[in-house]
């Protein structure tokens, strides 16, 4: 039993620091940094999902992490928010991990993801 509750303890302590390392946004404080072009979107569905519908602007994540560090702002400070499908999909953890990897401090995760996007009828943009 104490093996258990060392376990439950640990796996709660981890969700607590990933939480903090990157913290959710909400729709409007995401549609907010869109129409102030303070945002960075980094949408981790994969390339055929990103095609077929994603958050205007967003980056093709798997389309473009060779390439990354050049698509990225300069400002290491600026915000950077990574998604994927919805609050079950951890997609998006690779994708923020590698902003993070590259030094952005301000990286953030839109637990939403795509299906809350579209569930809140903002608009969505077709990729090529």
């Not at 376990?7 to 913290?23: F, I, K, R, S």
Request: with cysteine.
């Amino acid at each position: 039993m104490k093996w258990l509750v060392i376990l439950l303890a640990t796996a709660a302590l981890a969700v607590t620091v990933q939480a903090a390392e990157c913290p959710d946004v909400t729709i409007p404080d995401l549609q907010a940094a869109i129409n102030a072009k303070t945002v960075t979107l980094l949408d981790a569905n994969g390339t055929a999902s990103w095609k077929e519908g994603h958050i205007p602007g967003a980056l093709d994540f798997a389309g473009s992490k060779a390439k990354l560090a050049e698509l990225l702002p300069q400002d290491k400070g600026a915000l950077i928010v990574a998604y994927c499908g919805g609050p079950q999909c951890m997609a998006y953890k690779e994708a923020a991990a590698a902003a993070r990897k590259l030094g952005y401090t301000n990286v953030k995760h839109f637990s939403a993801g795509i299906h809350g996007w579209k569930e809140a009828k903002a608009p969505v943009e077709k990729g090529s």
